[in-house]
Structure formats: C-alpha cells, structure tokens
C-alpha cells in the first residue's frame, strides 16, 4: 500500500459518514470495520486499531452530541477525535541543553533537518554544535557545513575519518560548552547491518537524550519495518516527517509511531532552513484527512449544515448583497464541492454549462490555504474582517503556518468578493466576477464566456 492509501481509505469513510442518512449501530459498526482495514493496512499496531474503534463506538454510546450538532457532525468529531489522539503522542522537543541523534535511511532529510533543528534551537537562546559522522557520502560534511554557516552554528567534522564514533567522540568534546549537540548520521538505501552497528556505537559514545528517527512522509509500508529496526538499534524517542509539502500525507508516520511508541516532533514541509513546524496532531489529522479536497468537503460541508441548508446560506448571502467572511467560507466551501458547485451554478443564469470547465485542483489548494487561515480566526474576525490589523494578520499566520502573503491575499479576496456583491444582482457581468471571486475560480479560462 502507498502511504497515499491511507489518507485515501480515511477520507473514504469520512465520506461514508457524510453521505448516510442517519447515525445507527449498523453505520457505527461499519464505519469501525472500515477504519479497521484502513489502519491495519498502513501496518498501525492491532492494539492501538482497537483503541480507536473502541473508543469511537463507546462515544457515540456515551457522549450525548453538544446542543446544535446533528448525529452525523457528532460522528465525525468523534472519528476526527480519535484519531487525533492516536498520532499525540507527547510533548514536542524540550528547550533544554540535550544531545541529540538523526537517524534515518538515505536521502530521508536527515542532513536538511539537522541544519533546521540547529536554527530553531538557537532562535530559542540555546547555543547549538553540529557533528558531521556521515562518514559513508564524502560530499555529506560539506553539505552540513553550508547548512551551519547559513545558520551560524558551527559544526565539527572530520573530512577523511571513517570511524564515525570516533568523530563523534571528539566532537562531543570539542563542543562540551554548547547546549545542544545535534549529530547528524550517515543513511543506506536499505536498511544494512553496518549501518545499524554504526549508529549503536555512536549512541553508546554520545548518549543523546533524543534518537530521532527522520522519515519521508511519502515512505509507505516500509515505514514500519524502518522504523522497527532503527527502534531495535537505538530506541527512537521521536520521529521527524519530512517532505510533507510534496503530494504525500504522511500516513507512514502512523506506523512509525505504532511500532516505536514515539511521538513525532517536527515535520519538515520544504527544502528552505526555515521549513520547520513543530508537529501538531489536530492539523496533521486533518492533513491526512485532506480536509479541502473534494471527497471530504462532503463530510466537513455537511458537518456544519446539510446540504439544503447550505445552499439556502449562500443564496441567502447572495441576496442580501452584503455578507462577512463567513459567509465566504461557506461559498468556497461549497465551491469545493462539486455537486454543490454544479447545483449552485444551475441556480444562477447563465452559469449552467460551465460546471465541467472549471480548474478544480487550482481553486482546491487555494481553498485548503483559505480553511486553514480562517481556522486561526476568531468568530468575530470572520464576522467582520475589518478588524484585522497589520499585528495581528502576522499572528494568524503563524497560527495557520502559512506567509503573511497568503492572509493578505485572503482579505483581499474577501474585499474584493464583497464589493462585487454589493454590486451583485445590478448587471449579469457581475455575477460572472462574482463567481469568479469565490474559491478563486478563474473563469478567466473559460474560452466561450462571452
Ligand atoms: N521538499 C522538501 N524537501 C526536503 C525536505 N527535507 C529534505 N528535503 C530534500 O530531500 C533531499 C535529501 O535530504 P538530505 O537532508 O540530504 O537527506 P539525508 O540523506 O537523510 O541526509 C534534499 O534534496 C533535501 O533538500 C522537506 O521537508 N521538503
Ligand atoms: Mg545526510
């Protein structure tokens, strides 16, 4: 199974959920029976299945569903729930003087994430060394050492030595006044005994409080046997996820930390030093689910209200020309929805026919940008945007993790939406730039629109 699989079968049964028409044992069982297959096929340990499944049937058992929430919502919170809690599994690093150990097969991220974990510890006042024992690439040291300078830590390392505990040793002792001490490792392509004996002589002589286990989030099935060997050799005591801005969604992770019992503290989501996030379950869960992409629109959109009522929302905002950046929401919520999109654009003269000419993945990933910036917002913000100044769109981008660039973007959007809406209903050009504005459709490429 590709590690694509998991998110895939997960977002399955939340459409599952989405699409019931009410909330029974019947739907309860099966969905359990689902998310069984699901995690079990991405090697997650028996025990911590059942956990989940377990967890989730005697919820819905037990917890009465809060005031406002349809059985179905309550449902998918709980699955959401749970599944959170399967992948917290603890604090994030400690800002506390430490030794520290990257462990990992090749081209994992290891050295990349060593010169990130080096900036983010010396932006917290905790002064940093870095040793280079990848003694098996010849170009590793060099790689590392470029990483120091960008991030002005320096690193120890010694070009030629091929007894990577040896330099370890002497670099333990060279940098005895820093507080954290990050040893950056060698990899293999496949896991391979000396490999193994290499990284157990270097813990024996370092003693690092953290073995970190660094792991491409697109690394499917074998996430689990890796990690289990590495976990045998030296005891993983976290796991870093690389790549997660590339296609995958980490479902290997899971596994990783099924078989380690580690929690995972960073993900590392680009090329640049920067690209660091400490790992946060609630988003990560999400991620996974693929919340913004169309199959679980379906759960979410119906999860806040149904489908009718969805619509009802926004011609309601469409009719009283005057509308908040909830209601946007809603729109580009239902934007990202197909059969809503195909039913709201029939509602709308001279729309019907365009449906299947519409760039979806483009106004998908702006929408899934969109979701989350709004999720850093507060209820008031959302209801009236104007009160969002220069300060705080900085906060609400680090809240999302995402560039100031992209929440500016966001209210410019929403200005711009607003002002058109205003307009709304005086000219049938209107509408087009309407539509246009919501989801960021571009209808621009749409040939035959006169
Ligand atoms: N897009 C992306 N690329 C990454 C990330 N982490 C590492 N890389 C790239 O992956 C490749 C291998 O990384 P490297 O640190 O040399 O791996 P190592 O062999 O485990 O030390 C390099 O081209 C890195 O730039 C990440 O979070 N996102
Ligand atoms: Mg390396």
Redesign the pocket.
């Known amino acids: 199974m590709v590690l694509e699989g998991l998110g895939k079968s997960l977002r399955n049964v939340m459409g599952r959920v989405g699409h019931a028409s009410s909330v029974d044992d019947e739907l309860v069982n099966d969905i359990c029976k689902d998310l069984q297959r699901a995690l079990l096929e991405a090697d997650v340990n028996v025990k911590l299945v059942l956990d989940v499944t377990n967890g989730i049937k005697q919820r819905v058992k037990e917890d009465a569903p809060p005031a406002g929430t349809s059985m179905k919502q309550h449902l998918t919170n709980i699955i959401r729930e749970e599944l959170v809690r399967l992948v917290d599994n603890g604090e994030g690093l400690a800002l506390k003087p430490q030794t520290i150990m ?1 462990v ?13 974990l080096a900036l983010y510890f010396s932006k917290k006042n905790l002064s940093v060394g870095l040793i280079g024992a ?1 003694v098996y ?1 010849p170009a ?1 040291l060099d ?1 590392l050492k470029q990483l120091g300078e960008k991030v002005n830590v320096e690193v120890y390392g010694e070009p030629g030595e091929t007894d990577a505990a040896k330099i370890v040793e002497h670099g333990m002792a060279h940098f005895k006044d820093k507080k954290v001490i990050i040893i ?1 490792t060698s ?1 293999r392509h496949a896991l391979e005994d000396d490999l193994i004996e290499e990284i157990k002589r270097i813990a024996e002589v370092a003693k690092p409080e953290e073995r970190l286990l ?1 792991l ?1 989030s697109q690394v499917g099935q074998q996430a689990g046997p890796q990690a289990e060997a590495f976990h045998n050799a030296v005891g993983v005591t976290g796991v870093i996820l ?5 296609t995958a969604k980490g479902g290997g992770a899971i596994s990783a930390m099924s078989k380690t019992k580690a929690r995972i503290v960073f ?5 640049h030093i920067r ?2 996030e400490p790992f946060d379950a609630k988003k990560f869960i999400g991620r996974l689910l693929g919340m913004g992409d169309i199959g679980t629109l379906i759960a979410t959109a119906t999860e806040e209200m149904g489908d009718d009522e969805m619509i009802e929302q926004i011609s309601k905002s469409l009719a009283k020309g005057k509308f908040n950046l909830n209601d946007m929401y809603y729109q580009m919520k239902a934007v990202g929805k197909m059969g809503t999109l195909q039913k709201l654009m029939s509602m709308l003269p001279g729309m019907s026919g365009y449906e299947d000419k519409i760039d979806y993945e483009a106004s998908q990933k702006k929408l899934e940008v969109f979701r989350v910036i709004m999720d850093s917002m507060t209820p008031q913000e959302k209801e009236n945007p104007e009160i969002i100044k220069s300060k705080r769109v900085e906060r609400i981008a680090a809240g999302a993790g995402v560039s100031v660039h992209d929440v500016r973007e966001l209210l410019k959007q929403y200005n711009t939406t607003k002002n058109t809406m205003e307009r709304f209903g005086k000219d049938r050009k209107m509408r087009k730039m309407m539509m246009k504005q919501m989801g960021g459709i571009d209808l621009d490429s749409i040939k035959d629109l006169q």
Not at 107 to 115: D, E, L, S, Y
Not at 242 to 246: I, P, Y
Request: charged share 30%.
């Open positions: 990257m990992g097969l090749y081209g994992q991220g290891k050295t990349t994430t060593t010169g990130k990848d690439r590793a790689q950056d990899g660094v491409d690389t790549k997660m801005d590339g993900l590392g989501v680009g090329e690209d660091l």
